[in-house]
């Protein structure tokens, strides 16, 4: 490896530059300045690069106060040298080694904030603080370590590609299917002890929901390029609070995609609509985020819409459909009109189930 600047007929002074191979000059420094992915043009600058706080605060011009991605141009108190201060930060657990709040557990020293994109090594396990709102740009969660969500809600604002798919592998992981005692990923301490208290009771079972902007909506306050995780009642697809029959029919509506999240009803993160989906929305049919079970609508109300859905449910390939009436007669005009092996009770909100 030569030199990158050669200069025969006129004097070059470089001053707070990384040059390959070195040059002289005040401020200069010569080692890898380790890029984000240099072969695809992306030259920000991963966490223990050199070029950190490396640059010349004197040398910023006037006026320019963010960096090429739009970041603050100054970080740390010493501009980085380059087009760009890295934002990226990596949890060293140096600190009390859990906190999220600790500075002290930061490559950079703070806590992060709504530009950084956290890297998290493997073997970790951190929680957030509860009852709050954190932003981020991204966050990387390496196997064999466990992010706890608490009951706070972690809002990622993206720029390029959409990492919905990845949040949604970490959520999975964590989950580990159905019990939250994943060993990686994202997790929640709190959701994971009251699904352990509610399962099995007529409790309603909490879980941890996600909407993204560029696909969902406005669902959960995520706005375009924004994703939005946070505590959800199980199979709370709408994240309105409350399970019923608007969740069941995005269920319906997705059964069988491969494709789906959350909002289109893939409550048990793995991607797919079917039936593992239906038998988690069936468990919190009724609840409210109160945890209190919605006083059973009137027999007037529902038989229709159910039979609806039974059809729908049916066509899409379900082998066992969830009934949800209020009265024995309620029960009766389902069955009559649904399918015709039915194993049933007439036990309250939830009362059949046909298979
Ligand atoms: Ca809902
Ligand atoms: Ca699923």
């Known amino acids: 490896m030569g030199n990158e600047i050669h200069s025969d007929l006129v004097i070059v ?9 070195g040059y002289a000059g005040v401020g200069n420094i010569n080692a890898d300045p380790l890029f984000v992915n240099a072969a695809a043009g992306d030259l920000q600058l991963e966490p223990g690069s050199p070029c950190i706080n490396a640059g010349s605060n004197a040398a910023v011009p006037a006026g320019v106060t963010t960096d090429l991605a739009g970041n603050p141009r100054i970080l740390g108190g010493t501009v980085d040298i380059g087009a760009y201060e890295c934002v990226n930060i990596v949890f060293t657990a140096a600190g009390d080694g859990h906190s999220w709040t600790d500075a002290n557990n930061w490559s950079g020293g703070a806590v992060p904030v709504a530009y950084n994109i956290v890297t998290v090594p493997g ?5 957030l603080p509860s009852n709050s709102s954190i932003a981020l740009e991204g966050i990387i969660i390496n196997g064999g370590s466990l992010v706890d969500l608490e009951n706070s809600t972690l809002t990622i604002s993206f720029t390029g590609s959409d990492p919905v798919s990845t949040l949604r592998g970490y959520l999975q992981s964590a989950y ?5 005692g994943g060993t990686s990923g994202l997790t929640s301490s709190v959701v994971a002890a009251q699904f352990a208290a509610n399962k099995g009771t007529s409790g309603g079972l909490w879980s941890i929901g996600y909407a993204d902007g560029n696909i969902d909506g406005s669902i959960g306050g995520a706005g ?3 994703i939005v995780i ?3 009642l199980v199979a709370d697809a709408n994240e309105d609070g409350l399970v019923d029959f608007k969740d069941l029919l995005a ?14 009803a893939d409550f048990n993160f793995d991607g797919l609509v079917d039936f ?22 009137s027999a007037a109300e529902l038989p229709a ?21 209020s009265s024995p007669a309620a029960d009766d005009a389902i069955l009559e009109s649904s399918r015709p092996n039915a194993l049933f009770t007439e036990t309250g909100a939830i009362s059949a189930i046909l298979t």
């Not at 269920?251 to 289109?264: E, I, K, M, R, Y």
């Open 123 to 127: 073997g970790n396990s951190l929680q």
């Open 13 to 21: 002074v470089v001053r707070g530059t990384d040059i390959q191979g």
């Open 230 to 232: 946070g505590p959800q």
């Open 276 to 297: 593992n989906d239906l038998l988690l929305l069936a468990q919190n049919v009724n609840h409210t985020n109160g945890n209190t079970p919605l006083i059973a609508p």
């Open 176 to 180: 580990d299917v159905g019990a939250w």
């Open 305 to 325: 819409p159910l039979v609806t859905s039974a059809a729908i449910l049916a066509n899409a390939g379900f082998s066992s459909v969830l009934i949800v009436a």
């Open 224 to 226: 375009p390029n924004q």
């Open 251 to 264: 269920l319906a509506q997705n059964a069988g995609s491969t494709t789906a999240d959350w909002v289109h």
